[in-house]
């Protein structure tokens, strides 16, 4: 089985332009695989094994929620509490009155809005950070708690720093000691700075060509949301441990009665913009193939990464990769399927791999004539999804190229100008023109994403200070 679990993720890396990648499947109380492939740096000879570790980006939540369960398991809080009981410098504008309870926080229905920059760039590294951002964050609601989802990076942010003020210990001591240590994941940790140089990942990103992306997706006061590094033997004793408990036995880390807690739906978030989908506490559950799959995702400059748990047979995948973007999830679950016993089904490339030399050597009407040009057989090869274009644009503003990022959008929303997530094509053109200098366009973008997706207050402020210009 080892045979044909390296042949199918070595086809799909080949396809899909991946410079390494780290995978573990677990099932039925043993490991089936840990291993690694391709190399930690483009044109590099350093392999991947399975003791290379990634930034992990989102994963970090369900580590984080873990944290928030233990503590209210020891009674020093409690899901109904308002975190601003715990947290009373917490500024928030809510409108809607009543409590924005912790339960909220975890399940993404709490109405606070996202983090809209990371600041890669300008990452700090002391022990004050994340309460330094908390105690200065200005908050307006969405909506009114518990009425709707909506996924906040910002709510993990201040879960973290709630599990600092509640425990007494920084957020990543209190990780290291009650949830990474405990399951033996030794060389697991929230500070990149401690991941040895032999097993350190470079980040890799797309925008017209592949390469070592400038920034590497690390700042102190994003942990809670963001910052794990782990790698696939690590994972693996992460998806033993939560599959033990549902076996019968005990993870470790949580009684059996926290477990069922964060596993138990909160809402859908089919109406949301994730089909199929319902929201638990730290966690996400969907369906496929019959099997209920307990997951999250992972997604920053550079890396993206997936774990999934299929509780009742007794099966999980953890997937990193140092290249972005990539359809991760769906890689991830022709894995399981692997281990299931099943075939796996293809995951498509973007066409972007096929257009991009094209652009980068002859401009837009290249691309253009390129894919007029494609037969039936290669469009059947390539996925068309929208969402590679973005990645590619917000790569592109990133290195500062912002017409490249300009074609490239304005041309996919040509090519499918009624697709889901037009909003967010308007919102990176409007950064674009911004970049550029042309606020009047920039302005008109933002508009026309408004128009589509009012409830996006950070688009709507930019706007307002764009035209106030």
């Known amino acids: 089985m080892e045979e044909k679990f390296g042949a199918y993720i070595r086809e799909i890396m080949d396809a899909h332009c991946m410079v390494g990648a780290a995978v573990g499947v677990v099932k039925d109380g043993k490991v089936l695989l840990e291993a690694g492939y391709g190399v930690r740096e483009l044109h590099s000879q350093k392999p991947v094994t399975e003791h290379s570790l990634f930034h992990m980006a989102s994963i970090s939540k369900p580590f984080t929620a873990t944290a928030v369960m233990q503590l209210v398991e020891h009674g020093k809080l409690a899901l109904e509490d308002d975190i601003r009981q715990h947290l009373p410098e917490l500024r928030v504008e809510n409108p809607y009155g009543g409590a924005i309870t912790v339960r909220q926080m975890l399940s993404h229905t709490s109405g606070f809005p996202d983090v809209t920059d990371y600041e890669w760039y300008r990452a700090e590294g002391d022990d004050d950070a994340l309460e330094m951002y908390v105690r200065e964050l200005d908050v307006c609601l969405l909506f009114k708690p518990g009425e709707r989802f909506r996924y906040s990076n910002t709510a993990y942010e201040v879960l973290g720093h709630l599990v600092h003020r509640v425990s007494g210990q920084l957020f990543e001591d209190y990780q290291k000691q009650h949830v990474l240590n405990p399951l033996g994941m030794d060389a697991s940790t929230f500070f990149a700075g401690q991941v040895p140089d032999e097993f350190r990942n470079s980040p890799h990103t797309f925008d017209i060509d592949l390469h070592v992306s400038d920034a590497y997706p690390y700042n102190r006061k994003h942990a809670p949301s963001s910052t794990l590094h782990s790698n696939a033997h690590e994972m693996n004793r992460w998806a033993l441990a939560h599959l033990a408990y549902v076996a019968g036995g ?4 949580l009684s059996p009665e926290q477990h069922d807690t964060m596993w138990q739906p909160v809402i859908s978030a089919d109406q949301f913009g994730r089909p199929n989908t319902e929201v638990a506490l730290g966690w996400f559950i969907t369906r496929h193939r ?72 002859h401009g837009l009407p290249a691309l253009q004539e390129r894919l007029a040009g494609l037969t039936q057989a290669e469009r059947e090869r390539y996925y068309f999804g929208l969402d590679d274009y973005l990645y590619a644009a917000y790569a ?26 037009a909003e967010k094509a308007y919102e990176v053109l409007a950064r674009a023109h911004y970049q550029k200098g042309d606020v009047a366009q920039a302005a008109e973008m933002a508009k026309q994403s408004l128009l589509l997706k009012p409830d996006n207050p950070f688009l709507r402020e930019e706007l307002n200070k764009a035209l106030s210009d």
Do not use: C
Request: no cysteine; hydrophobic share 40%.
């Open 250 to 253: 005990g993870s470790g880390i």
């Open 290 to 361: 019959g099997q209920t799959i307990i997951y999250h995702n992972g997604h920053d400059t550079g890396f993206m990464s997936s774990l999934l748990l299929a509780p009742h047979a007794q099966m999980g995948v953890s997937l990193m990769t140092n290249t972005e973007p990539e359809q991760i999830q769906k890689i991830a679950l022709g894995i399981l399927d692997i281990a299931a016993g099943l075939e796996p089904e293809w995951v498509k490339p973007h066409i972007l791999r096929k257009l991009e030399p094209a652009y980068r050597e």
């Open 396 to 421: 592109l503003l990133d290195s500062q190229h912002a017409t490249s990022a300009i074609d490239l959008v304005s041309f996919a929303l040509e090519q499918q100008p009624d697709v889901p997530g």
